[in-house]
Nanobody, 125 residues
Framework: QVQLVESGGGLVQAGGSLRLSCAASGRTFSSYGMGWFRQAPGKEREFVAVISWSGGGTNYADSVKGRFTISRDNAKNTVALQMNSLKPEDTAVYYC??????????????????WGQGTQVTVSS
């Protein structure tokens, strides 16, 4: 069992930055690939970024590539999403998710075993 708690969301102007953090409970955090997804009002939940269980592999949605960076600290049981050059279209609820033995090729929400409650990110124009 893994419990995930996101933090760091908020309101920011376009061009600004935010850093989201996800804290995980459990002793086997390092066994889980971690992903970030987002869901805007009236839209499907979409993949944002993923990092493999080892931290050795990452992948990003084309819409955030070059602006967002995912990282993890297995000693602290945390995964972060650094978001730079934010755009109004990045406005959404952001969720972190965990997949047992997940690699950097887990792009689908159905691949994941555990989810956090989400944190709101709002980017004003």
């Amino acid at each position: 069992q893994v419990q995930l708690v996101e933090s760091g969301g908020g309101l920011v102007q376009a061009g600004g930055s935010l850093r989201l953090s996800c804290a995980a409970s459990g002793r086997t955090f390092s066994s889980y690939g971690m992903g970030w997804f987002r869901q805007a009002p009236g839209k499907e939940r979409e993949f944002v970024a993923v990092i493999s269980w080892s931290g050795g592999g990452t992948n990003y949605a084309d819409s955030v590539k070059g602006r967002f960076t995912i990282s993890r600290d297995n000693a602290k049981n945390t995964v972060a999403l650094q978001m730079n050059s934010l755009k109004p279209e990045d406005t959404a609820v952001y969720y972190c998710a965990a997949r047992y033995s997940g690699g950097s090729d887990s792009y689908t929400a159905g691949d994941y075993d555990y989810w956090g409650q989400g944190t709101q990110v709002t980017v004003s124009s």
